[in-house]
T-cell receptor, first 115, second 112 residues
Framework: DAGVIQSPRHEVTEMGQEVTLRCKPI?????LFWYRQTMMRGLELLIY????????DSGMPEDRFSAKMPNASFSTLKIQPSEPRDSAVYFC?????????????FGPGTRLLVL | QQQVKQSPQSLIVQKGGISIINCAYE??????FPWYQQFPGKGPALLIA?????SEKKEGRFTISFNKSAKQFSLHIMDSQPGDSATYFC???????????FGRGTSLIVHP
């Protein structure tokens, strides 16, 4: 199994540009999570999907952020417009049940730098 | 309001020593207490977890100790090895919310 796949692994963009991060969860997993990690704020849960439906998006910082899961094998996190404070490592994670973290597998992350 | 306080922020131990990382929480609804390990450039990975019906769980060199009355749980790494050098996170959660509460992390360095 290839594990959770994220792309791109690194992204450098300029302020105001649109950024799209992609995630392919492990086949058969029915829950998907997006996290953001920074030195200042640590690891934050942004949004959680179960069976492709957003269950909790209370962690999404503002309207510039949006996430979709059109099918069980693909999710996107979009930032439009991007700002320097969005610079962080973004992780996607998937699991087999609705219980967060019990069997959760993280991807390698996308390191985003907004200039 | 910080619901989870992890300490220390960083820890340096010699090879063969014992590493101890603590996590204090406020939410009495938490009923699952995991520790995650994260190596540089990688995502976190579940290391070991405990439920409140037991006070201790051991897996190899890693042990979780749980003190319900004190609302604390800790990770003990026995015979610490350089390969254990990583960042460790506690992330307790309750069955009702399914949302983990991550600690700020502890950077562990084990010197050879």
């Amino acid at each position: 199994d290839a594990g959770v796949i994220q792309s791109p692994r690194h992204e450098v963009t300029e302020m105001g540009q649109e950024v799209t991060l992609r995630c392919k969860p492990i086949s058969g997993h029915n829950s998907l999570f997006w996290y953001r990690q920074t030195m200042m704020r640590g690891l934050e849960l942004l949004i959680y999907f179960n069976n492709n439906v957003p269950i909790d998006d209370s962690g999404m910082p503002e309207d510039r952020f949006s996430a979709k899961m059109p099918n069980a094998s693909f999710s996107t996190l979009k930032i439009q417009p991007s700002e320097p404070r969005d610079s962080a490592v973004y992780f996607c994670a998937s699991e087999t049940s609705g219980r967060a973290l019990e069997t959760q597998y993280f991807g390698p992350g996308t390191r985003l730098l907004v200039l | 309001q910080q619901q989870v306080k992890q300490s220390p922020q960083s820890l340096i131990v010699q090879k063969g020593g014992i590493s101890i990382i603590n996590c204090a929480y406020e939410n009495t609804a938490f009923d699952y207490f995991p520790w995650y390990q994260q190596f540089p450039g990688k995502g976190p990975a579940l290391l070991i977890a405990i439920r409140p019906d037991v006070s201790e769980k051991k897996e190899g060199r890693f042990t979780i100790s749980f003190n319900k009355s004190a609302k604390q749980f800790s990770l003990h790494i026995m015979d610490s090895q350089p390969g254990d050098s990583a960042t460790y996170f506690c992330a307790p959660l309750s069955g009702g919310s399914y949302i983990p509460t991550f600690g700020r992390g502890t950077s562990l360095i084990v010197h050879p």
